[in-house]
């Protein structure tokens, strides 16, 4: 187009035609530089931690409702995707007993037909996931007691990911990098160390940490999203778990101040105690470890340190009675 404009021009008068090519050379170099700034443009690394453990409530009560979360899911990281040619996506699926990427896979892609109507790389992500996940969930040993999920593990793993897919950018490519974890599982004090250090870790790598919670409201997780500068949502109903997704979490950090969301809940930032893993609102801290724990105790348990026993307090005399 830009060609026959060109010389369509050179027909006309030699200044007309000068000022005419000089306008449409200057169009040209404006569309290039356009088009590099669109190449150049600030990439998106979404990493999504799925829970999948059995022995939450939701899927204990109803199975079905693994799939729905699944399809959900699958239907949202597309949407990511579609947003920008340069966004980048992985999935972790968080089990009982181990932590599995379901997308990208190591490797050879999976070989896969293409389906009419669908764009490939969207086709590519869903059955990657969709058979990643059945082989986890086949592979997995029976349980016969209910197991807490390994979520924090998970979100180290998906750090250890962001981490490194930084190391291995293009120089002058800048990517904004942000963890969303959907769980159903209840509280998870027992990993109340590994939470902070994955917390900390985050926040000082500049990831955002989102968390979708299903079934019950998690303290823990709320202290994540609050040091972090993510967004918490507990969901009101599972029927809406798209429509959820869509709205507050596929905005990324810096555009969810032009948005209308949920209102920020109240941060429970009550500790857990190292001796019964549980949210305790006072307690006793060692002062060379830090290690918290709920009773008194001569000796800590984390660093061995030998504490002086605290000595009774001594009581009042009494007053004696002036005799009259």
């Known amino acids: 187009m830009f060609c026959n404009l060109f010389f369509f021009s050179l027909d006309c008068r030699t200044r007309q035609a000068k000022t005419i090519g000089w306008s449409i050379s200057r169009f040209v170099i404006y569309i290039d530089q356009c088009w590099k700034m669109e190449e150049n443009k600030d990439a998106s690394l979404l990493v999504i931690v799925m829970d999948t453990n059995p022995s939450q409530r939701i899927i204990r009560e109803n199975p079905h409702h693994l799939t729905q979360c699944l399809d959900s899911i699958v239907a ?38 293409q389906v009419d109507g669908q764009y490939e790389a969207f086709t590519l992500v869903e059955k990657t996931i969709k058979q990643k996940l059945a082989k986890v969930i086949s592979e997995a040993p029976r349980l016969t007691v209910p197991t807490e999920s390994l979520l924090a593990g998970s979100m180290a793993m998906a750090l250890c990911y962001i981490a490194r897919v930084h ?83 596929l905005p990324e950090p810096l555009t969810r101040c032009k948005l209308v969301l949920p209102p920020p809940v109240k941060v429970d930032y009550r500790a857990a105690c190292f001796c019964h893993r549980e949210l305790i609102d006072i307690g006793y801290v060692c002062s060379v470890c830090l290690s918290i724990f709920c009773k008194f105790s001569p000796i800590c348990t984390t660093c061995h340190t030998v504490f002086k026993a605290p000595a009774p307090i001594a009581a009042k005399p009494k007053k004696k009675k002036m005799k009259t």
Request: hydrophobic share 40%; glycine share 6%.
């Open 76 to 113: 949202f990281a597309n949407a990511h995707l579609m947003q920008k040619a340069q966004n980048k996506l992985a999935v972790l699926a968080c089990h009982h007993h181990a932590t599995e990427f379901l997308y990208p896979t190591p490797g050879k892609p999976l070989d896969i037909r």
């Open 167 to 249: 190391r291995n950018k293009p120089a002058g490519v800048k990517i904004n990098s942000r963890i969303l974890v959907v769980t159903g599982s209840n509280e998870c004090a027992s990993q109340y160390m590994t939470y902070m250090n994955v917390f900390f870790t985050a926040q000082k790598q500049n990831v955002s940490l989102d968390v979708c919670a299903l079934d019950k409201p998690l303290s823990l997780l709320q202290q994540g999203c609050d040091i972090t500068g993510g967004q918490y949502l507990k969901l009101p109903q599972l029927d809406g778990f798209l429509q959820y997704l869509l709205w507050v979490f």
